[in-house]
């Protein structure tokens, strides 16, 4: 046997012995083991208690359904005050079109002098009502866009008083169970459209330059409604007055609309943000008061935009006999409107027929040389932020442009040119080119704009009716930001209020509105300027952790409430934490809804509730339900 052969046989006896001493000790072990287990439990031994001999106090301990597999590391219980349900009643059936800073009793108290009383007053916090707005009976799910435009349930906006004031220039006309708008108006007897095409012959309304106008006092806003298919958006408003439910029934068109009057506050919008202003016998004492108003025009009109002025008393020549008023007094008001219009600075482009129409300039070199001779109206203080415009008194004070190099042409545009539309809405805003708004830069805004397709591509999974093309029509962004939201959503057929909270860090209205989008401020904690069951759905964005200091979560809910239509969705973007808690108090509303996962997956903080306002309105008429008995 050779040396390698004896070296294996060696390895393999090793081997054997070292298989068998583990055999054994494992078998050691185990044996041990069951002994162990077959002893009393030693604590018995130890137990000098006499209420169970040690056997059974050793069933008990050994028992497994006396083992506690829960987890004991949870957070406290919260208090009773957090998990319990809270119920929100129905107000009252008379209270279903509620405004509550627009209400008419309480506008009593406040001065009639330029019409202050008018505009809006909000009640006290503990005035406000805690109940759930009711759609009123009959209630039916809006026409769809564009048929809205043309026509609207009576039940869903039972006022028929401007059927009857306005019979003769073709507003609205009461058929059955609807409403038809035919698109006339005081002004334009041939309808919204031909009067819009009288317009686009002295001005260029078809290249882009203008795409955001202003609508006041509106009527039932088919001036418009008829601008729409221009590309052209306009923000219309009128007071909630005698002529009753005129923003009511332009919504419920479909068309953007705010209730609202010139009076003693600005706008709630912010300075150079509409391409067009437009008045068509608004009857607005436009000379008065120092041309207050035209000033607050002035302030909001863009550098270029245009002031539309048909009525009283343009072509009052031919005019004045059916306006019921003298010549002289007439010719009075034509004086005071140009002389403002010239201390302005503006430029009367024309006036033909029934339209005059004035151009505000590009920039002040020259209107700052005119100051020399026209005294009036001083510059407005360059330390007053033209932007302010929530709560903000109107002065009689003309608002200053931004600088110009006075090197530079009368035709170079102060503040910076906007693109044209629809380029104009993905551009960078001239206010983050110039830096206006800190910490936005160019680079900011076009990721902006690029995430929020990507989130409204993943809403549209979460709620499929905002993907389903023309489901919703009147939309509402409650924290906008830079308008990416409704900018996600341009090329469907839908509009957008992009609201722009006044407690938000940055005031960014100016940008939205240069990238030919509209929205308003509004402080959350207030209900909005507009009537129940105003929106399709709504957007809330940081809403909730935003107000968390300011105003309690169920006193938004409510508003959000008030203002979205039976069936509306809503999607709430915020930290989870907060979102459970909007959820439990959302069933109080008779939402239903749940909580998903941020649009980058499960780990961040960030959640997204998506609700839909369930269908329900206020019971029946007694003679509803006694002709229903009788009937069957």
């Not at 007055?241 to 009076?263: C, K, N, S, W, Y």
């Not at 932007?387 to 003309?398: E, H, I, R």
């Not at 380029?423 to 680079?443: F, H, Q, S």
Request: aromatic residues 10%.
């Amino acid at each position: 046997m050779n040396l390698s052969t004896r070296i294996s046989s060696r390895d393999k006896k090793s081997n054997l012995y070292y298989i068998t001493l583990v055999a054994v000790l494992c078998i050691g072990s185990y044996l041990l083991g069951v002994w162990q287990n077959t002893t009393v439990n030693p604590r018995a031994a130890f137990d000098t208690s006499t209420d169970a001999p040690p056997c059974e106090k050793f069933s008990k301990t050994t028992s497994t359904t006396d083992l506690d597999f829960n987890a004991h590391h949870n957070p406290h219980d919260p208090p009773p005050s957090a998990v319990t349900a809270v119920s929100f009643p129905s107000c009252d059936a008379a209270l279903s079109e509620h405004t509550p800073c627009e209400d008419a009793k309480r506008s009593l108290k406040f001065s009639r002098e330029r019409l202050e009383y008018r505009q809006r007053h909000c009640p006290d916090r503990e005035e406000a009502l805690k109940c759930r707005i009711p759609a009123p009976y009959g209630y039916k799910t809006p026409f769809r866009w564009p048929e809205s435009r043309d026509v609207a349930w009576f039940a869903n906006v039972p006022h028929t008083e401007l059927t009857v004031e306005k019979k003769n220039q073709n507003w609205v006309r009461y058929e059955n169970d609807r409403f038809w708008f035919p698109g006339g108006g005081t002004m334009f007897p041939r309808g919204a459209d031909a009067y819009i095409d009288d317009i686009g012959r002295l001005i260029d309304l078809s290249d882009g330059s203008i795409r955001t106008a202003i609508d006041t006092s509106c009527g039932v806003a088919s001036f418009g409604a008829y601008l729409l298919s221009r590309n052209i958006t306009t923000m219309s408003f009128a007071p909630r007055d005698t002529h009753e439910a005129q923003v009511q029934f332009a919504l419920e068109r479909g068309v953007p609309a705010m209730i609202g009057i010139m009076a003693t506050i600005r706008l709630p919008y912010p300075s150079r943000a509409f391409d067009l202003a437009h008045c068509s016998r608004c009857l607005i004492p436009w000379g008065k008061n120092d041309g207050v108003y035209l000033m607050e025009v002035d302030r909001v009109l863009r550098p270029g935009g245009y002031w539309i002025l048909s009525g009283p008393p343009i072509n009052w020549q031919k005019r004045w006999k059916g306006w019921e008023r003298t010549m002289d007094d007439l010719n009075e008001e034509q004086t005071q409107i140009e002389q403002v219009a010239r201390s302005l600075c503006w430029k009367k482009v024309v006036q033909r027929d029934d339209l005059a129409i004035w151009q505000k300039p590009f920039n002040h070199i020259h209107c700052k040389k005119m100051r020399q001779v026209l005294k009036n109206p001083e510059f407005c203080r360059y330390d007053q932020d033209p932007d302010m415009a929530w709560y903000t008194k109107m002065d009689s004070c003309l608002t200053p442009l931004p600088e110009v190099d006075e090197s530079e042409d009368l035709k170079t545009v102060a503040g910076g040119k906007v693109e044209k539309w629809p380029a104009r809405l993905n551009a960078v805003p001239p206010r983050v080119n110039n830096g206006d708004l800190k910490e936005i830069t160019p680079e900011a805004f076009l990721e902006d704009t690029e995430l929020w397709k990507q989130r409204v591509s993943y809403y549209k999974k979460l709620d499929y009716q905002l993907g389903e093309t023309g489901r919703y029509r009147n939309l509402l962004d409650m924290n906008a930001y830079l308008g990416g939201f409704a900018a996600a959503l341009a090329d469907e057929p839908v509009w957008v209020m992009n609201v722009v909270p006044v407690e938000a860090k940055h005031n960014t209205l100016g940008v939205i509105y240069e990238r030919g989008l509209i929205g308003t401020y509004q402080n959350w904690c207030e209900a909005m300027s507009t009537y129940p069951r105003t929106y399709d759905f709504i957007h809330a964005d940081s809403v909730f952790t935003l107000y968390q200091d300011k105003c309690e979560p169920e006193d938004i809910l409510l508003e959000m409430d008030r203002v979205l239509r039976p069936g509306g969705g809503v999607i709430i973007r915020d930290d989870v934490d907060v979102l459970i808690k909007v959820k439990e108090l959302s069933k109080g509303f008779q939402w239903q809804g749940r909580i998903a996962d941020h649009e980058k997956g499960p780990h961040e903080r960030v959640k997204i509730y998506y609700a839909v306002k369930q269908y329900w309105t206020v019971p029946a008429p007694e003679e509803d339900k006694n002709n229903t008995k009788a009937l069957s």
